[in-house]
Every structure is written in C-alpha cells, then in structure tokens.
C-alpha cells in the first residue's frame, strides 16, 4: 500500500504486530481499521500522515495553521449546505457564501391592482417590487485544517449531484356517470393493452363506503385486486383507477366518444424533485370591497377597493418526490370552479362552486391514476318531438313536448407522473407529438422535411417568386 505520503509516528505509539489481510481497501479506510482499536489515529499535515493517540491529535487541529478552500456547486444552492459544512468544522473552523444581490422584479399590475397613468403619451411606469429579493448562490468559502477541508469536498461531491425532474401530465375530463355504469355493465368483454388487459366488467373503484383501494390495469398477470360482476353504480365513493403508459389514452378515447364527455384542459408541467408546481387555467376574477361614507351636507360617498383577485377555473397544485424503485409520492389538489352568483353590498362578491380534493399518491414511474367522485347534477331542457308533425304551426304543438332531465356529472381527474433525469431528457416530448409538430411546420412553411433538432432556414426566393407574392 502506497499513499506517497510521509508517515510521521508519535513517541505514544507502542511497536506492536498487527495481522490484517485487507482486499481492495483504500489506503485510509485501511488506517482506521488499524489504528481504532488501539485509540490511535491519523492527521494528514501536507504532505504527511501523522500518527498518534486521539487526544494528541485533537490538541494538534488547535495549533496547525488554517487554510481556505472555494467551493462551487453545480446544483445545490449555497443555503442548503451551509448546515452540513457548519456540522462538519473544527472549533476555529469557519465558513461564508459568497452572494451577488440581483435587482428586483416589477409588479405583476393585473394581481396587485395597482395601475399607473401615463401621461403626454408616454409608457406607463411599472412599479418595482417593494420585498427583498431572494438571494441565491452557488460558491462556498470555508476556512479550516486541511483534513476538515478534504471531508468537506467529499461529502460536497457526493451531495452535489444533478436532481432529476417529474414530468406530470393531468387531464380533466366530465363524463356523464350513465356513460360509466354503461361500461361496466353493458360492454362485457376484454380490450387487449400492451403488457395486459383491461376486463369491462371489473370494478375499478371499491364500493365499499370510506375505501380507496386502487386498481392495477395493464400489468404482467392482468386486472389486479379483488374482481366483481358490476360497475358500481357510481363513482361517488371517491377512488382512483390505476393504468400504465400505454393503457389511458385508449381508456380516455372510449369515453370521449359520448357526446357528452367533455375535456376541460390537459395541463403539462415539468417540476424539480420536491418541488411544488401549480397549473392555473382560467380567469381571475377581481375581489372589490366597498366602503359609504355618510355626509349630511351630500350625497353618501362610496369608495371602492380592489382586495384581490380570485382565480376562478382549473387548477392544479402537485409536490412530486422520487422514492425507491422508481416510485413517485405526490400530493395532489385539483380544483375545479366557477361562478355561480354574487352577493354582498352591490354584488361585489361572487359565489364559488368548486369541486376540489387533496389525497397524497403513490405511482410508478410513468404510471397514471385516476381520480373520480367529484359529482355535479345537471338540468338539461329539451324538446320531443314527431318528425315533420312537430314543426306544424298551431297544431304542432299537440306533437311535440318539452322535457327537462337531470344529469349526474363526474369529473374524472387523469394524473401522470415520469421521472426524467439526465438520460431521458429529450423525451419529454413524445414521439407521436413530434410527429404533429412536424405535420404543422410542414403544412404552414410549406417545407417538404423538417429536422426538429436543427433549424433550417428557408432557401431565399428568387424575384419571380417575390413579385407573385406581391401580386
């Protein structure tokens, strides 16, 4: 075992015969094994190991010299290390981040409220952000002996690894709970998906009050879970229903053929490990208070304030964090609104209805849960009619009648979740979503082959081409 090192022995080391057989050991992984059990231990001083009793040891960090080291991070930023690094130092030991201050931001006008004139034509002046700005930074200077140093850049280098991503997809679709019990009941039969099956007749979602027992769909050995005759009637004992990659998108088109299944968004966001990310796909809606001020002399003053404003639409809020073997744990709020009517002085406050829910998932890589139970009833009119009769003036009247239905809508909540790192980057965009970006630039620059990785320009036209496009 060579380390290129001198070794120097202190006078407390007895010469005793140690017997070890080591394989594959790194030198001073080898020197720990050794001197451990004696109380004995080794400082790296330079260009030499030192040797000696623990205690001796200890006292020499108290008068060898200090050294400074610069650390720059690749991924992590500086705050979150500072409470490892700090955990690591020697009493003299000291450590500091280096920051640059950015400038603030300006204020997003339609949240804030806040408008500005302009005046004699000119652009209207935004405002700057009045809060501290977040200060972020990637270079660590730590002062310390030299071993303390070494230990810090390991432990750096093995934290300091590139995060991977969550890519997750959602789709909000309303489907007519009738459509549903149609195909548990009515459509017996089996569709053949990728690795498995998807059985018509199993009963995705447990009927049991309070159960959330979801189901596999897709898998090696088939349907998984317990197995029924029947649909539930609903979905109303909330749920989810539980497919692979390549078993939804045939799911979601059997149901979207109903008329009245209606897709409401399909949101795709892309998110750090452990961080939240939010999709809002909507308007929002200003919240105004106002205030009267009585005066016996006048008229009563009426003063209006924009509080803030209410985000009304779709939203979704989702912290993805990798676990073991590929599993995703996520918690999930989607929400759903609208306005349905106003009340307070003048009508300045809206009343929402929203269908939301919170729950914390667990998914494999790639795999897509559904979540149902979140109903609306619905009234409908219509008109019965006799074909030609009906239409008659007068008398048709005696063929044709108005009817007026009640509909049960679920909202289905399609969730997604892929784990992208380094080595699968570039598929975030799918391959049969390339080949539809690659049909639009072809149909709309009117190019005959288009590389989507490396941009082409246009071949220049030639004079009769220009004078046509002018005429």
């Known amino acids: 075992m060579q380390t290129k090192r001198n070794v120097v022995i202190g006078p407390e080391v007895t010469n005793d015969v140690v017997t070890i057989h080591l394989t594959d050991v790194q030198w001073d992984n080898a020197l720990d094994v050794i001197l451990k059990p ?3 231990g080794y400082r790296v001083v330079g260009n030499a190991i ?8 200890k006292a020499l960090e108290t008068v060898e010299p200090l050294q400074s080291r610069v650390y720059q991070l690749s991924y992590l930023d500086a705050g979150d290390v500072k409470d490892i690094i700090e955990a690591q130092l020697s009493p003299r030991g000291n450590m500091s981040i280096i920051t640059a201050r950015g400038q603030k931001g300006w204020k997003n006008l339609a949240t804030s409220g806040m408008q500005n004139q302009g005046s004699g034509g000119s652009l209207d002046m935004r405002e700057r952000e009045g809060t501290d700005e977040q200060i972020r930074s990637k270079t660590v200077v730590v002062s310390d002996v030299p071993s303390v140093l070494d230990g810090v850049a390991e432990t750096l280098e093995n934290i300091d690894q590139m995060p991977k991503q969550v890519l997750v997809e959602a789709r909000f679709i309303e489907v007519n709970e009738d459509l549903l019990r149609d195909i548990g009941v009515e459509m017996a039969g089996t569709l053949n998906i990728g690795k498995g099956s998807i059985g018509l007749t199993d009963q995705f979602f447990d009927a049991t009050p309070n159960a959330f027992k979801p189901k596999s769909i897709g898998s090696a050995t088939g349907v998984t879970g317990e197995r029924t005759t029947a649909f539930p009637d609903s979905l109303s004992t909330f749920g989810q229903l539980t497919v692979n990659s390549g078993s939804w998108d045939l799911f979601i088109s059997m149901i979207e053929e109903d008329e009245d299944t209606e897709t409401l968004s399909s949101p795709k966001i892309l998110t750090l490990n452990n961080q939240e990310a939010a ?10 208070s106002s205030d009267t001020t009585s005066n016996t002399s006048s008229e009563p003053t009426v003063s209006e304030e924009l509080e803030y404003y209410e985000s009304i639409g779709i939203q979704l809020n989702v912290v993805p964090q990798i676990c073991a073997d590929d599993y995703i744990n ?6 759903v609104t609208e306005i349905v009517g106003f009340a307070g002085n003048e009508g300045s406050y809206p009343i929402i209805k929203a269908r939301d829910t919170e729950t914390q998932i667990l998914v494999a890589n790639g795999e897509t849960i559904v979540i149902g139970g979140l109903l609306e009833e619905r009234e409908t009119e219509g008109v019965f009619k006799v074909p030609f009769l009906g239409d008659i003036p007068l008398i048709g009247r005696l063929f044709r009648r108005d009817t007026k239905d009640t509909k049960t809508i679920d909202l289905l909540i399609f969730l997604s979740a ?4 380094e080595d699968n980057y570039s598929t975030i965009l799918k391959p049969e979503e390339e080949e539809v970006v690659e049909e639009v630039i072809i149909e709309e620059v009117g190019i005959e082959e288009v590389d989507i990785e490396e941009e082409q320009e246009p071949a220049p036209k030639t004079v009769e081409e220009i004078m046509d496009d002018l005429s």
């Open 38 to 40: 004696y109380g004995y």
């Open 50 to 57: 030192v040797v000696g009793e623990l205690t001796r040891l």
């Open 279 to 288: 999709i809002v796909v909507g308007t929002r809606y200003p919240i105004i």
């Open 330 to 335: 996520m918690i999930v709020r989607p929400s």
């Open 418 to 421: 892929t784990i992208i790192d």
